[in-house]
Structure formats: C-alpha cells, structure tokens
C-alpha cells in the first residue's frame, strides 16, 4: 500500500489528547490552497523553484534557526505542497547540525508513543504551545503567507490549506521509508495524489 493521505491523515488530523511538543520525529504535509501550483516546476525530472518556492524553503529552514529544540531532517518543496520530517529534541539546547534540504538525520532515538498520553504542555483549547508541532506549522504558514503576498501583490489571498497532516514516526525503519518517500518525491510527480494532472497510482511503500 503506497502513501494515500486520505488513509493516514485526512480521517484523523491530530491524535486527541496527544502532546504534540513532545520530543521525537514528526512527519509533516502542508499543501497549498486549492492544491495550486505556486513553488515553481517539475523539469527534467527536477524540482525547479520559481521565487514563491523560494520563500518556502527559505522559511522552513528558518525553523531550525529560531527554534533550537528543532531539527529539520529530509524535507522537500513540490509544486504545491510541502513534505518534511521535524525533529523535536528531548533538550532546548538545540544542536549543531539542524538545518538541510534532503538530509539525514544519522542517529535517531525513537519511542513507541502511547495515543492517548496526556502531558501539561500539550496544547488545548486553541491556546498554542510553543515549539509543538501545530504552533510550529502555524507561524511556518503565516511567515511564508505574509512574504508571499507581499511579493505578488495579493493581500489577504489564502496560500496554504486551513489545515496540514501529520504522522508521528515511531520507528527507526519508519523514519527510513518516509526519508526514502521525500527523497524520491519530485520523481513520483507524476503519480502525486496532489498533481492535478497526474496519470496514475503511487504505489510507494511509505507505511508498513
């Protein structure tokens, strides 16, 4: 069975009662407003940023640089959509090695993560947390949103999905398939459940 976000994040957005600042690895799906196709092109096999993309990959890095619990593994700009693993880091010292565009993370202590686990810093009642995952998508959404439209123009026009998904990675082997998935992503273009235009089925083993 290959990804198929309508199976493993549309039917549950967030698990309830998970703390989503809790350390471990988090894979993430942001896609733009009516699946638009805004960060540039598919060429050659490549993915092409146009100025718009750029914006993007300049404001997911900029995760890891103002947030020093985070450390951003393999991640990717498509043309309308963005896939990343975030890393939440158990200390808020942070690290050296926390910015990349398809990288590895080498070594990686995951935790099996019980559901339903309650914790004080979780979020609730809209009120954010910081450095969970929900306020780190959502400043990461406004960041770029702003730029965006400020570059073309456009003020108050929605770039980004009200919601995102998000998968919580609880192996090592987990933490492979999706690097592998991200990595490849730009050549499965065709097949992408968020191309518009796509001629087939992914059939990517993403979750075992």
């Known amino acids: ?41 598919i060429a050659g096999g ?16 900029k995760t890891a640089v103002l ?12 043309p309308n959509h963005v896939h990343g693993i975030i890393i939440l880091n158990d200390d808020r010292g942070g690290t050296d090695d926390r910015r990349g565009t398809l ?3 080498p070594t990686i202590e995951l935790r099996t993560h019980h559901p339903l686990q309650r914790a004080p810093t979780r979020e609730r009642f809209g009120q954010p947390t910081s450095d969970s995952i929900p306020t780190i998508v959502r400043l990461f959404k406004s960041a770029t949103t702003k730029r965006i ?3 073309r123009k456009t003020p108050g026009v929605p770039v980004w999905q009200r919601n995102y998904y998000e998968h ?22 065709h097949l992408d459940r968020e191309n518009p235009h796509r001629t087939g089925e992914d059939e990517w083993e993403i979750f075992g």
Not at 12 to 30: E, H, K, M, N, Q
């Open 149 to 151: 439209n400020e570059m």
């Open 168 to 189: 919580i990675i609880r192996t090592a082997d987990e933490l492979y398939r999706i690097q592998e998935y991200i990595a490849a992503n730009h050549l499965r273009w």
């Open 46 to 61: 490549d993915m092409r940023l146009n100025p718009l993309g750029q914006i993007v990959q300049e404001e997911w890095l």
């Open 1 to 41: 069975m290959g990804y198929d976000p309508e199976k493993h994040h549309r039917r549950s957005i967030r698990l309830p009662g998970y703390d989503y600042a809790r350390a471990g690895a988090y894979f993430v799906t942001i896609c733009t407003y009516q699946r638009e196709c805004l960060f540039g092109e």
């Open 67 to 78: 947030r020093p619990r985070v450390r951003l593994d393999t991640f990717v700009v498509m």
């Open 103 to 105: 990288q590895r993370a």
